[in-house]
């Protein structure tokens, strides 16, 4: 199947500073991804939805201005926590899908560990 | 997008053959149901999909009622391997593939 990679597999950083996180289709063209959190023991929440060369499209209650999506390219979307705290500290996934619509999967990054202290 | 209602755990053993559940009353006509398996601290795994009816493929089987608002993931011959949390969000084709995931439930095989 399709492969897609996150990077950095983990991260710890200082409260206030902001952290980038890459996501990349490497086999394969994405005009969509999707990001998602995972606390300890809970289900994936959709964060927002990034497609290439637009704004993304974020879930009701995620705040914009604090994850900022760019999706530069057909294989590369990043996502940015800013002025980043403890409560941000969590699992964050990418996915994504080769073609709008039609009947295909999506594909899911390994994730990213974020530790804020 | 529907949301998805699966039971919170089950325990199987080496061996056996499992069958998981899900609910979704208010499944939609351009909805296609996916199944995935996550291990801790890891993406989730595509297993299978489909849309109505049977789909088999070399791991698992879905099996889907006429009326779509359930679906039974069943797994042959369940090894210690295959403890994991399984989901079954619902995937809307007519927009980005779009996924709603529910809580999933978590498989434990034991020997």
């Known amino acids: 199947g399709a492969v897609v990679s996150q990077h950095p597999s983990w991260v710890i950083c200082k409260s206030g500073t902001s952290v980038k996180i890459e996501c990349r289709s490497l086999?394969?063209?994405?005009?969509?991804m999707f990001w998602y959190r995972q606390f300890p023991k809970q289900s994936l929440m959709l964060m927002a939805t990034?497609?290439?060369?637009?704004?993304?499209?974020?879930e009701q209650g995620v705040e914009k201005d604090k994850f900022l999506i760019n999706h530069a390219s057909l294989t590369l979307s990043t996502l940015t926590v800013t002025s980043a705290h403890p409560e941000d500290s969590s699992f964050y996934i990418c996915?994504?899908?080769?073609?709008?619509?039609?009947?295909?999967?999506?594909?899911f990054g390994p994730g990213t560990r974020l530790t804020v202290l | 997008l529907a949301k998805t209602t699966q039971p919170i755990s089950m325990d199987s053993y080496e061996g056996q053959e499992v069958n998981i559940t899900c609910s979704h009353n208010?499944?939609?006509?351009?909805?296609?149901i996916t199944w995935y398996q996550q291990f801790p601290s890891q993406g989730p795994r595509f297993i299978i999909q489909?849309?109505?009816t049977k789909v088999t493929n070399e791991v698992a089987s879905l099996f889907i009622p006429a009326d779509r608002k359930s679906s039974t993931l069943s797994l042959p011959r369940v090894s210690l391997s295959d403890t994991a949390v399984y989901y079954c969000?619902?995937?809307?084709?007519?927009?980005?593939?779009?996924?709603?995931f529910g809580a999933g439930t978590r498989l434990a095989v034991h020997p």
């Open positions: 996915s994504a899908s080769p073609q709008r619509g039609g009947n295909n999967e999506q594909f």
């Open positions: 086999d394969f063209q994405a005009t969509t």
């Open positions: 990034s497609n290439e060369g637009s704004k993304a499209t974020y």
């Open positions: 208010n499944i939609a006509t351009n909805d296609y």
């Open positions: 489909g849309y109505k």
């Open positions: 969000p619902l995937r809307f084709s007519g927009g980005y593939n779009k996924l709603i």
